[in-house]
Nanobody, 115 residues
């Protein structure tokens, strides 16, 4: 059974930093493209960053330069370092794993940025 478990969310002041972690199990982690998405209240889920199995990274424009995605295939972990947080970054952040038609999601972790 596949599990993606996020952690590291919380309440932080504007300008602060958080590091999110996602622990994967039940998949051959190194084969999967991993990503972070977020969903703010009343808004659609949106892409934050991706880290492919081929070690390519990509970021949404609003996060470029502030957020950094990384992965550790040996530990089956993916991380999101978030710096310079803004109130508009407040959302539930989800971990995502994709391999072809196989798509898995974590349960999400809340990030709240106060002004």
């Amino acid at each position: 059974q596949v599990h993606l478990v996020e952690s590291g969310g919380g309440l932080v002041q504007a300008g602060g930093s958080l590091r999110l972690s996602c622990a994967a199990s039940g998949i051959i982690f190194s084969l999967f493209d991993m990503g972070w998405y977020r969903q703010a209240p009343g808004k659609q889920r949106e892409l934050v960053a991706t880290f492919t199995s081929g070690s390519r990274t990509a970021y949404a424009e609003a996060m470029e330069g502030r957020f950094t995605i990384s992965r550790d295939n040996a530990k089956k972990m993916v991380y999101l370092q978030m710096n310079g947080l803004k109130p508009e970054d407040t959302a539930v952040y989800y971990c995502n794993a994709v391999l072809g038609a196989a798509i898995y999601w974590g349960q999400g972790t809340q990030v709240t940025v106060s002004s």
